[in-house]
């Protein structure tokens, strides 16, 4: 394991996700103190996540073409120059004008998050013995949830004690440091491929990174569903949340998530495996961890419309954190198991472009249901996006060479 390079990568993701945790709370609870509806605040989000669909395809591919490090400094000074020019968004400005410009800059800071994430991951395989991978990726995904978690409080709590404007300058300083870092310390080589990669390569010909990308897309929109608008809209207007509290609560949520991602291969036994072996034992457990979260997430929406109670909700949702971080501490190792190790950017660069895409779904739904039917519908919708992922899941297959099996491509 080549543990430099493996701490400059972490600590540029970790300056990144402290930052992009920071400014989602700050721009969600900064426009909803302004007045805006549900729905004009998911569409803030919205080119965030429709971003993501296309960068992480072709990011994938830039990747395996000019190597790693240049898509990660590319994503840390996009972060840096998106929130330089947020801090410019005054609260006089119409309405109309506000969203279009504050939507353009969320565009910006999804190609650059997805760019940092896409680099990230995928320098996980080129940096780290085989034999440790589950590890190592359950360790880099926990700890960058629970910072994003941080963030989350972050933005918060910086949003009441210092304003809008100055929260941003200070979030620029920390990816800004971050950003100094990868371009002093990292390899410029990191991560490409040996032979010119086809445009044509970021779909993915394996059967098995398809279904698993499907599942991943129908998971994380069945987090967001719930997750963006409409629970902490909900926190505000119903149980009468301070912008403070509902920071911290889903800051909690988020650092809890990452925990239990980070300690998944103990629980569940662990697995030395390499990379290019067999899948074997991850397989039926993303099978029973999917059931297992569509059976919460049921009980969850049964529940919060029997007993109109803040506490229930709370445990309910920590429930589905501790499951929910458990199928995707999965997905993020078995995306890794099957993609080709000659060029690991393109495989994770479709399967995330399949996550930002059940983002950009989950958030606008969240708004619509929550206008329409409040949390309780978002919860329902949720459970109907779990139960589809679980189905996928019953379709993952191990292989033996990702990218190089016959039996495992849809190309003949």
Partial sequence: MNVRTYAVVTGGYWAFTLTDGALRTLVLLHFHRLGYSPVAIAFLFLLYEAMGVVTNLVGGWIGARWGLNRILVAGL???????????????????WWSVLYVMGLQALSGV?????????????KVVVAEGALFRAVAVLTGS??????????????????????????ILMAVVGAGLVTVVVLLDADLGRAPEPTRLGAIL???????????ARLLLFGSRD?????????????????SVEAIGAFLAAWVVGYGGVQAITPRIMGGSERSAGASVGREIPAARRWALALTVVTVVLAVTTSLWDSVW????????????????????????????????TSL????????????????TLLSGLLALW????????????FVGASWLCALGLRPVESPGADPSDTLAS
Avoid at 77 to 95: I, K, N, Y
Avoid at 112 to 122: E, F, R
Avoid at 373 to 384: D, E, M, R
């Fill in 204 to 214: 993915s010909p394996s059967q098995s990174v398809n279904r698993l990308s499907v």
């Fill in 373 to 384: 039917g409040g949390l309780g519908a978002a919860l329902w919708g949720s459970a109907l």
């Fill in 225 to 241: 569903i719930w997750f963006v608008v409409a629970l902490p809209v909900a926190l505000a207007d119903r149980a009468g949340w």
């Fill in 77 to 95: 000074t996009l972060q840096v120059l998106t929130l330089g020019a947020m801090s410019l968004a005054a609260d006089g400005w119409p309405r």
């Fill in 347 to 362: 495989d994770v660069g479709f399967y995330y472009s399949a996550n930002a895409a059940g983002r950009l779904i989950g």
């Fill in 112 to 124: 650059a998050k997805d760019l940092t994430k896409l680099s990230s991951k995928s320098a996980v």
């Fill in 312 to 343: 229930v909700l709370v445990g309910g949702l920590a429930v589905f954190g501790v499951v929910f971080a458990l199928n995707s501490s999965l997905h993020s190792y078995l995306i890794l198991a099957y993609s080709n190790s000659a060029a």
């Fill in 144 to 169: 960058k949830n629970a910072l994003k978690g941080a963030g989350f409080f972050a933005g918060a709590a910086l949003l009441g004690a210092v304003g809008f404007a100055p929260t941003l300058w």
